[in-house]
T-cell receptor, first 116, second 114 residues
């Protein structure tokens, strides 16, 4: 089975500052997809950003960007200009690109606190 | 569109009781998934389905059963509830084809087994 590791159980950031959440994964595949999901206290899982492994360019969505290092199997999330609404659990997820099932594998999450 | 809906939102079961967690999506997605999330942990896949009539086991299927008679519905059945099944259960769906497609999640069901 694939493994996704988030080594930071908790992180905090001052409002308006920048924070980076880490994620590493283990795979022997060359074709796969990576995702960051946000889970606020409401428990609703919300997609933040996604990255295709074959794309060199790092994905960006407004204040959210990733640093995708394929050789190092690293997929970190950078949140710029942090806002109070960014406070949540963040989960990194991996999905193989080919084959049936297309299971998603999730990390254990990083709890982000935003300090006013 | 309501997206992915789950019922009930909360449930308390006694050991040995049975129940069905309901999941419905109105996006005509082929793929549907059931996950459980234990406290402080990520999501673990229980079962998934790639279309009506087709289901398969995920990482943690023991103690659960599923069926998929329609595209819209993907119920999860607990036959003999055990305390180890206390968790939050999420249903998700995904469109195909297109490997890039994200999963859309329901709001979750919090289940406690006493």
């Amino acid at each position: 089975a694939q493994t996704v590791t988030q080594s930071q159980p908790e992180m905090s950031v001052q409002e308006a500052e920048t924070v980076t959440l880490s994620c590493t994964y283990d795979t022997s595949e060359s074709d796969y997809y990576l995702f960051w999901y946000k889970q606020p206290p409401s428990r609703q899982m919300i997609l933040v950003i996604r990255q295709e492994a074959y794309k060199q360019q790092n994905a960006t969505e407004n204040r959210f960007s990733v640093n995708f290092q394929k050789a190092a199997k690293s997929f970190s999330l950078k949140i710029s200009d942090s806002q109070l609404g960014d406070a949540a659990m963040y989960f990194c997820a991996y999905r193989r690109g080919r084959g049936t099932g297309n299971q998603f594998y999730f990390g254990t999450g990083t709890s982000l606190t935003v300090i006013p | 569109n309501a997206g992915v809906t789950q019922t009930p939102k909360f449930r308390i079961l006694k050991i040995g009781q049975s129940m069905t967690l309901q999941c419905t999506q109105d996006m005509n997605h082929n793929y549907m998934y059931w996950y459980r999330q234990d406290p402080g942990m990520g999501l673990k896949l229980i079962y998934y389905s790639v279309g009506a009539g087709i289901t398969d086991k995920g990482e943690v299927p023991n103690g659960y059963n599923v069926s998929r008679s329609t595209t819209e519905d993907f119920p999860l059945r607990l036959e003999l509830a055990a305390p180890s099944q206390t968790s939050v259960y999420f249903c998700a769906s995904r469109d195909t084809p297109g490997s890039y497609n994200e999963q859309f999640f329901g709001p979750g069901t919090r289940l406690t087994v006493l």
